[in-house]
């Protein structure tokens, strides 16, 4: 299996290629790029598949806040769902709107006021964008899981 290092390797050589791709072919807003640039940056670093193990060095990337995959990893066995190349990212952006639906749950109980609506900026392109930019580090992920596992 490829280590947690090949993978980033991998998807941060590939990225400035997809943000040079995408700038060329669609000349977007600076703003666009940037979130397309950061989604995928993010998911990569911080939302890789293998966090359905105990020891990642994704989870470590979190920090003090490790711990909040730790259901994560007992729920998702490895390379089942969570390497899905449809549904994997789906169950981690699930997953972690869930851990942040509880947080808002606690501070909206503590008397916290919170925003009740979208930002008025967000529309469904940067929704899209958002979407590619959070799924591409995966599928990376996944199709060289199976290519290494097919050449081992
Ligand atoms: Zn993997």
Redesign the pocket.
């Known amino acids: 299996?490829p280590s947690g290092k090949t993978?980033i390797a991998v998807e941060l050589l590939l990225w400035p290629g997809f943000m040079a791709g995408y700038y060329y072919f669609s000349q977007p807003a600076w703003g666009e790029l940037a979130l397309l640039g950061g989604a995928y940056l993010f998911a990569s670093l911080l939302l890789s598949?293998?966090l359905d193990l105990r020891h990642n060095s994704t989870r470590r990337r979190w920090g003090p806040l490790g711990f909040i995959w730790v259901p994560y990893f007992k729920i998702f066995k490895h390379?089942g769902m969570s390497?899905s190349l449809m549904f994997g990212s789906l169950t981690r952006l699930i997953y972690l709107g869930m851990v942040f639906g509880l947080v808002l749950v606690g501070l909206s109980s503590l008397g916290f006021a919170l925003p009740q609506d979208a930002p008025a900026w967000l529309n469904e392109r940067l929704l899209i964008l958002l979407g590619v930019g959070l799924y591409l580090p995966n599928v990376l992920?996944v199709l060289l899981?199976r290519v290494v596992s097919v050449f081992s």
């Open positions: 299996m993978h598949p293998d390379r390497h992920h899981d």
